[in-house]
């Protein structure tokens, strides 16, 4: 059964700085992994989404790398701002359709 | 965003009643799913469907059923809640298996 961890749960950074945030899978047959972006009473805000043949997806200033074969993903955000604080979801999806999440890292950006 | 409604947003209902919740999307998508949010699980997959009437189940389905009749309407129905149902329900929709899911504002239900 696919297990996908996010480290670390929770992360408090002052604005400007470089971030990265990681994502662990246990099955590397995945179809593709998708960052989602949650912000506290709202539903799920699509990020980026790599497919399993690529390495990395840019937007902006996020920038998400896959590397499928050792089981991870990071997301890097550059120059935070207190606008990204939100808590960030990875998700695997493998046969059978499923989306399988972590449990996310809770971000806190401070001015 | 793919332009999808969930309704209603809030709900409280007692032990044993059925309830239904929709999930309606303007997109055209072929994909729909229905998840539910909890503190300690996470989101989990309740069920989904690849087109008109045609579902499957997901990791969580116990106690749910579901319907699509229209491409664009994605019924979920707890046939007899209980408390452990009680959560955050959040309907997604995709144009394709492997493309991305785009979620709804969620309901929230609360089963007494």
């Known amino acids: 059964k696919q297990e996908v961890t996010q480290i670390p749960a929770a992360l408090s950074v002052p604005e400007g700085e470089n971030l990265v945030l990681n994502c662990s899978f246990t099955?590397?047959?995945?179809?593709?992994l998708q960052w989602f972006r949650q912000d506290p009473g709202k539903g799920l805000t699509s990020l980026l989404l790599i497919q399993s043949s690529q390495r990395e997806q840019t937007s902006g200033r996020l920038n998400a790398s896959l590397d499928k074969s050792s089981g991870r993903s990071t997301l890097y955000i550059a120059a935070s701002q207190p606008g990204d604080s939100a808590t960030y979801l990875c998700?695997?999806?493998?046969?059978?359709?499923?989306?399988?999440f972590g449990g996310g890292t809770r971000l806190m950006v401070k001015p | 965003d793919a332009g999808i409604t969930q309704s209603p947003r809030h709900k409280v209902t007692e032990t044993g009643t059925p309830v239904t919740l929709r999930c309606h999307q303007t997109e055209n998508h072929r994909y729909m799913y229905w998840y539910r949010q909890d503190p300690g699980h996470g989101l989990r997959l309740i069920h989904y469907?690849?087109?008109?009437?045609?579902?499957d189940k997901g990791e969580v389905s116990d106690g749910y059923s579901v319907s699509r009749s229209k491409t664009e309407d994605f019924l979920l129905t707890l046939e007899s809640a209980t408390s452990s149902q009680t959560s955050v329900y959040f309907c997604?929709?995709?144009?394709?298996?492997?493309?991305?899911?785009?979620f709804g504002p969620g309901t929230r239900l609360t089963v007494t």
């Open positions: 099955d590397s047959a995945i179809y593709n």
């Open positions: 997604a929709t995709g144009a394709s298996r492997d493309y991305e899911q785009y």
């Open positions: 998700a695997v999806l493998n046969a059978g359709n499923m989306l399988t």
């Open positions: 469907s690849y087109g008109v009437k045609d579902t």
